[in-house]
């Protein structure tokens, strides 16, 4: 079996797509950036999230059954650093951060390419991340011009170059 710093220096070869991944919990709300979000399933449609366990925002999707995805835009490298816990943790995530809601009640980051609004099915641990299934009750794509992807690569944020 290889170490984790292994798997991690491996894994920065491989480039992903940004989002942030909110919960709500009666009156709580917290959030948090991730690259682990996938499409599972389109009947029903069924996306999956990992989220560290032992962090605010796992812990009110558990409590609160629902998630909501923003797939962040390239010009939203600010909100992706900010609630990847990297500026000021005293500032809170949500501050001056305009949002809305679909169905579930759980916050999306406005300006986002693309929404989608979650109710959990399935949870399960895998080390110490908790990975959710969530049937997708409401999506919404931005369709405003101009939007191109932020993306993750080797520890840097970058966006997304035409060929």
Avoid at 14 to 39: D, K, P
Avoid at 52 to 75: C, K, M, P, W, Y
């Amino acid at each position: 079996m290889i170490n984790p710093e292994s798997l991690k220096e491996v894994m920065r070869a491989w480039a992903t797509g940004v989002a942030i991944v909110t919960g709500r919990h009666e009156n709580l709300i917290h959030g948090m950036t991730v690259n682990s979000f996938n499409s599972i399933a389109l009947e029903p449609p069924t996306v999956l999230v990992a989220l560290q366990q032992h962090t605010r925002t796992r812990n009110l999707v558990i409590e609160g059954g629902i998630f909501g995805v923003s797939i962040l835009d390239s010009a939203q490298v600010g909100l992706a650093r900010r609630f990847a816990g990297q500026i000021d943790p005293n500032i809170s995530r949500f501050e001056n951060v305009a949002t809305f809601e679909l169905e579930t009640g759980a916050p999306l980051i406005a300006g986002a390419i693309a929404f989608l609004d979650c109710k959990v099915i399935k949870h399960f641990d895998v080390g110490n991340t908790t990975v959710f299934l969530g049937e997708v009750i409401a999506s919404k794509l931005n369709k405003n011009e101009g939007h191109h992807p932020l993306l993750y690569f080797n520890r840097q944020w970058r966006g997304l170059e035409g060929l």
